[in-house]
C-alpha cells in the first residue's frame, strides 16, 4: 500500500495498486444519476395515478370506481388494464431498448450510451408533462422506456469498471441509492403537487423528472469513458492514460496488460450474444436471470409502483397514502446507505440471506392482518393498525434496499468476462425489464384477485430465492473483476464443472469412450 491508496491482491500474486481519486469519484456520482432518472420514474407514477385530475382526464372509470363507495371491492378500485399499461410501457420500451443499448455500449462505449439515455429522458419527460391525451401520454412514457434502458446497460458496466476492486460494490450501489433518492424525490413531489388545485400538479410531478435528465446528460458530457472500453474498442495509449488517471498512480501496468489481455480474448469472439450459451459461460448467465426473476417476485416494485394506491386501498386517505408512500422512500434510501458501507465488508451473501428472513416474515405478518382486517368492502384497520402496516412495509422495504435491490444489478456487472460482458448486461437488463413490465402490468389485478393473498405469494417466491442463494450463488466480495472465472467459478461446488470448454469436452468424450467410460459424467 503506496501514497494513501491500497493494493488488490490478484490471481498468481499480481498487485494493482490504486486510490480513490477524486475522478472516480465524481465521474461514479455522476453516473450515476441515471439511476435518479429510473427510481424517479419509478415513484412518480404511482403518485399520479392516485391524483383525482389525473384520473379524471386520462382515466376516468377508475376515477368513478374511487368516488362511488361499494361500487367494486377495496381491492378492485383501481384494477384497470389502460392505467396499468400506463406504468408498465416505460418498463416494455426499456426492454426493447436494451438491445440496441448493448451494441452502443460495446462499439460506442459506456459514455456516449448514457448520453443517448439522457437524450431519451429529456424528450420522453416533455411529452408526458405537456400531454394532452392517453397517446401522447403513453408515447412519452415508451421514450422514458428507451432511455431506461440505455441508462441500466450503461452506468451498472461503467460503475463496475472505473471503480478500484475494493470499493467496487459500495460505488456500483451508488446506482441503486440514486434509484431510492429517485424514488423518495418523486414521492415527496407528489405529495406536494397533489395539494395544488387547479388540477394540474400531476404535470408538475411528471415534468420535474426533466431535473434527473439533465443531470444525467450532463454526467455523461463530463465523466471519463472507461480504460476496459476504451482498449476494447482497440483505444490503447487513451485507455493507459485514463487508467493512470483513475488510479491515481504510474504502476498501473500490470493492471493494463490483464486488459488489454482480456480485450485481446474478447475480440476473439465473434457472437457474444452466441457466446453467452457456451458451457463456461452458463453460470454467469443463470444466475444473472435468476437474479433479476427473483427481485421482481420479491415484489418490491409493484409495491413502490402503487405504494400510494396499495394504501388508498387499505383505507388511507388520499394525503395519508402519500405521507405513507414518502415514509417507505425515505427508508429506501436509508437502508441502500447501509449497503453502500456493507457490502464490501460483509460480503453480497449475508446480505441476501439475512434480508430473506426479514422479508419473509414481514410479507407473512401483512398478509395476516390484511386478512383479519381488510375485506372486500369494509376495512377496519384503526389507525394505530395503519401504523403497524405501514411499520412492517418499511420493514420489508428496508431488507430489500440493502439486499436484492442493489446486489441485483452489482452481481451481474462484475461476474461476466469482458467478451460477453455488454451481452449478459442486455440479457440482464432485459430480463428484469421483462419482468418488471409483468409486475406493473398484473399488479393491480392481482390485488384483486389474491386480496390479501398476494403478500403471501410473493413471501413463497423470497423463500425459494434465499434458498437459491444459499445453494448456488458464490460469493465475488473483493474479487478483481478479471479474475472471477479463476477465483470463483472454478472454486464453486457446482459451477466449477461448467468451468470446461466444449472443445475439451469432446477431446475428453472420445479419450473416455476410448477407454470404455463417460468422464464427462464428472464434470
Known sequence: MAGGGFST?????????????????ISCIMAATGGLMFGYDVGVSGGVTSMDPFLKKFFPTVYKRTKEPGLDSNYCKYDNQGLQLFTSSLYLAGLTATFFASYTTRKLGRRLTMLIAGCFFIIGVVLNAAAQDLAMLIIGRILLGCGVGFANQAVPLFLSEIAPTRIRGGLNILFQLNVTIGILFANLVNYGTAKISGGWGWRLSLGLAGFPAVLLTLGALLVVETPNSLIERGYLEEGKEVLRKIRGTDNIEPEFLELVEASRVAKQVKHPFRNLLQRKNRPQLIISVALQIFQ??????????????????????????????????????????????????LGRRVLLLEAGVQMLLSQIIIAIILGIKVTDHSDNLSHGWGIFVVVMICTYVSAFAWSWGPLGWLIPSETFPLETRSAGQSVTVCVNLLFTFVMAQAFLSMLCHLKYGIFLFFSGWIFVMSLFVFFLLPETKNVPIEEMTERVWKQHWLWKRFMVDEDDVDIIKKNGHANGYDPTSRL
Do not use: C, R, W
Open 9 to 25: 491482491s490478484g490471481n498468481g500474486g499480481t498487485h494493482f495498486e490504486a486510490k480513490i481519486t477524486p475522478i472516480v469519484i
Open 296 to 345: 421482481q417476485f420479491t415484489g418490491i416494485n409493484a409495491i413502490m409502483f402503487y405504494a400510494p394506491v396499495l394504501f388508498s386501498t387499505l383505507g388511507f386517505g388520499n394525503s395519508a397514502a402519500l405521507y405513507s408512500a414518502v415514509i417507505t422512500g425515505a427508508v429506501n434510501v436509508l437502508s441502500t446507505v447501509v449497503s453502500v458501507y456493507s457490502v464490501d465488508k
